[in-house]
């Protein structure tokens, strides 16, 4: 996937620390309402600490824009390396971001290691990099990076409530109201981030998200598990190399998306994967999981699917809506990927490894094509139709508009700040065309 691509100023590293030294908060005041804006899957920056060495930060290398990071960096082992990652350390990386799954389906950090954010609300540039060139845009309209724009980066190793996200977004959101002497927050989110986003109104006390927020504005959300994403749970996991072309962009088991499950109700009825003249909905993504040999993250579905969680249910089989308006753009009339066929696995009666399913070697698979944004499908981008209050007014497709570049294009971002300004007084406009 391919977005414009703008230039970003005040890039510079103190220490061995990689922070932003001129976009540092800012004290100048703004009349625009304040917006904390959450990024997509691997688009937040990590601080990896181990027991036995120096801590580093990471960004996914899949998903890193060279032309996005803070110079002279030009890659993510670069990133990561110029922030304290040791030479000699770089190939156990891999292992210490993954997840230990028990046979419970419970995820954990490996033994020595913590996971975190760099910062939270801070630093939007240092946090979410990949994000610079809507920070431009956003700041092109008077809003103050750090003061009445601020990112709420996240561990998207984990599925919603299983990090410190909603916590952090309280923090940050109250900072960004009292900043702005009052002015309740937009919640913008991207991609995983509206999942993440979604959990948070619903759980938080209802009493204080109607005092802070104003409403949440969403760029292409994926409020269910991701179809196609599911082959990554039989991919080889991420790669230094951004171009190796049989690494996925996570590792097997990080359950925020793989262990999520696959909801009938987003995807109905439809073939989202074939093993052989086997066929697989979404209700049957355990079985999937388990054909092709991804065991443990099976468990992991059956302990973090969406399906078992309250807050989830709410919305998505009672229609609950949020309890602040919600407004959601999203990419139309690409072809996208909802998942694939394989050939039948030739593997053991009891095989428990993707490494022993078979379907790792089959690169060539064909693509299940669907409507969408050539990232997630039409039918996981209108999911808050079945409980938004009015989903004439507040779902707009905008045709042509891929997965990321929704983040920049000029009528999805002239919305949100349509939404934030006018939504101010409490009159949400809607977003229909």
């Known amino acids: 996937m391919t977005r414009p691509r703008l230039s970003i100023i005040c890039l510079a590293f103190i220490t061995a620390v990689i ?15 304040p917006i904390v804006f959450v990024p997509g899957l691997g688009m937040s920056a990590l601080s990896v600490s181990v027991s036995t060495t120096s801590s ?72 979410c990099p990949q994000y610079g060139p809507l920070a431009d845009m956003l700041s092109s309209q008077d809003w103050r990076t750090n003061t009445s724009l601020r990112c709420l980066p996240y561990d998207y190793r984990f599925g919603p409530g299983e990090n410190s996200f909603a916590d ?45 927020v104003s ?57 989202l994967y074939m093993v052989g003249d086997r066929e697989f909905r979404a209700k049957d993504n355990k079985a999937l999981l388990e054909a092709g040999g991804a065991v ?59 490494q022993c399913a078979g379907l790792l070697d089959q690169a060539g698979a064909t693509e299940i094509q669907t409507d969408g944004d050539s990232g997630d499908s039409t039918w996981m981008n209108e999911a808050p139709a079945r409980w938004t209050n009015d989903a004439r007014c507040d779902l707009r497709g905008l045709p042509g508009i891929t997965h990321m570049g929704i983040v920049t294009n000029s009528d999805a971002v002239d919305l949100l700040i349509r939404v934030a300004r006018e939504g101010a007084s409490g009159d949400v406009p809607c977003v229909s065309g």
């Not at 960096?73 to 350390?89: F, H, I, R, W």
């Not at 913008?188 to 759980?203: E, P, V």
């Open 19 to 33: 922070t932003l030294s001129a976009c540092s908060e800012s004290t100048t005041a703004t009349s625009n309402p």
């Open 296 to 354: 443990s993250m099976a468990r992991a579905s059956q302990r973090y699917g969406l399906q078992q969680q309250e807050w989830f249910v709410a919305g998505d089989e009672r229609g609950v809506p949020l309890p602040v308006p919600g407004r959601f753009v999203y990419g139309t009339n690409l072809p996208t990927t909802a998942g694939y066929v394989f050939s039948a696995a030739k593997a053991p009666v009891a095989c428990t490894t993707p």
């Open 56 to 127: 580093f930060s990471f960004l996914v290398p899949e998903m890193t824009e060279p032309e996005l990071l803070p110079p002279p960096a030009k890659s993510a082992l670069e990133y990561s390396l110029m922030s304290g990652l040791a030479e000699s350390d770089v190939d156990k990386v891999h292992a210490w971001l993954a997840l230990s799954i028990d046979d419970q389906g419970t995820a954990t950090n490996a033994p020595g290691v913590t996971v975190k954010p760099i910062s939270v609300g801070k630093n939007f540039l240092a946090e």
């Open 215 to 271: 409403s949440l504005f969403g760029f292409a959300g994926q409020f269910s598990g991701c179809s196609d994403c599911m082959r990554w749970a039989f991919s080889d996991p991420w790669s230094w190399d951004p171009n190796d072309p049989n690494a996925s962009p996570v590792d097997q088991t990080w359950v925020g998306q793989l262990g999520l499950d696959l909801q009938p109700s987003v995807y109905g009825e439809n073939l």
């Open 168 to 212: 952090d977004l309280k923090r940050v959101v109250e900072k960004s109201v009292s900043k702005a002497d009052g002015t309740k927050v937009v919640i913008a989110c991207h991609s995983q981030g509206c999942l993440m986003a979604d959990y948070a109104l619903r759980t938080l006390d209802v009493t204080w998200v109607n005092a802070h």
